[in-house]
């Protein structure tokens, strides 16, 4: 099931996973998997049979009818099981139902497939993150 998380021991798990999968592993701190403006974005938690949280998402609205996927991350042993892909899945059905027609997400390098995969296109190199995960800016038009 993916949905937002709900109560204060999801919203925990929730950042967990983030800090686990995107910020602990560079040696970045606790808290540095969050933003100020976490409220004001949809939330997109993937839970197993158990009700653990195993991916996340993040959709925020750039600009008018633009989307911008951040903060995707799989649990590390449950990576290329299709869930990744089940959280943009349902990303992109939200996205859309609320007037989008363009998604757009800064990839890093090893993600790349991934969302080209999903029909996600390269514009252009974007930044560099903690000095050396060089990020892609991708696009994808969606249907009217
Ligand atoms: C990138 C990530 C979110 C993808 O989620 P996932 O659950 O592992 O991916 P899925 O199993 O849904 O993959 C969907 C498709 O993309 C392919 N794919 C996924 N990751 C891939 C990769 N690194 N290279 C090539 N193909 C890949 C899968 O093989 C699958 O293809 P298929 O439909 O033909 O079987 C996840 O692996 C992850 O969290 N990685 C570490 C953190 C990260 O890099 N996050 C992205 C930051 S921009």
């Known amino acids: 099931m993916i949905r937002s998380p709900q109560n204060q021991t999801e919203w925990k798990a929730y950042f967990e996973l983030r800090f686990d999968i995107l910020r602990a592993p560079?040696?970045?701190?606790?808290?540095?998997?969050q933003t100020t403006d976490e409220a004001q974005h949809q939330h997109f938690a993937f839970f197993n049979d158990a009700n653990q949280i195993i991916g996340v998402g993040r959709l925020d609205q750039t600009a008018p009818k633009v989307g911008q996927v951040r903060f995707m991350a799989v649990a590390a042993n449950q990576q290329g099981k299709g869930i990744g892909k089940a959280i943009m899945d349902e990303i992109q059905a939200v996205c859309k139902a609320q007037g989008c027609l363009q998604i757009i997400l800064h990839a890093r390098e090893v993600a790349l497939p991934f969302y080209q995969k999903l029909g996600y296109q390269l514009v252009e190199p974007s930044h560099l993150l903690f000095g050396e995960i060089q990020h892609y800016l991708m696009q994808k038009t969606l249907d009217a």
């Open 26 to 33: 560079w040696g970045q701190a606790k808290g540095s998997e």
